[in-house]
Nanobody, 126 residues
Framework: QVQLVEIGGGLVQAGESLMLSCTAS????????IGWFRQAPGKEREFVAG????????RYTDSVESRFIISGDNAKNLVNLQLNSLRPEDTAVYFC???????????????????WGQGTQVTVSS
């Protein structure tokens, strides 16, 4: 199995950027579809972005399309999520998760993911 750890959260002002990384140990990150989810206070956890197994297809939720960029770094065995043009409504705990299925297309449902990191807080002030 794979162990996931998210790093890179923090406090920024609206319009600024952050880079989150999902580091993997135990297995190659390319063996999994990797999804990024977030959960704001009082809200359900929601899909943000995902990349399919072996660097397959990429998808984003509509609210982050053109602002966030997901990418894999095979040499470092991690998946990055670049957060640009941040807004206060992006404030949440961000989680990465691994989907052990053979899908090359990232899936949106939490239940489709088998392994989760502990999350990292992103706070965007106005």
């Amino acid at each position: 199995q794979v162990q996931l750890v998210e790093i890179g959260g923090g406090l920024v002002q609206a319009g600024e950027s952050l880079m989150l990384s999902c580091t993997a140990s135990g297995r190659s990150v390319r063996d999994y579809g990797i999804g990024w989810f977030r959960q704001a206070p009082g809200k359900e956890r929601e899909f943000v972005a995902g990349i399919g197994r072996s660097g397959g297809t990429i998808r984003y939720t509509d609210s982050v399309e053109s602002r966030f960029i997901i990418s894999g770094d095979n040499a470092k065995n991690l998946v990055n999520l670049q957060l640009n043009s941040l807004r206060p409504e992006d404030t949440a705990v961000y989680f990465c998760a691994a989907d052990a299925s053979a899908s090359y297309h990232p899936r949106r449902r939490q239940n489709d993911y088998d392994y989760w990191g502990q999350g990292t807080q992103v706070t965007v002030s106005s």
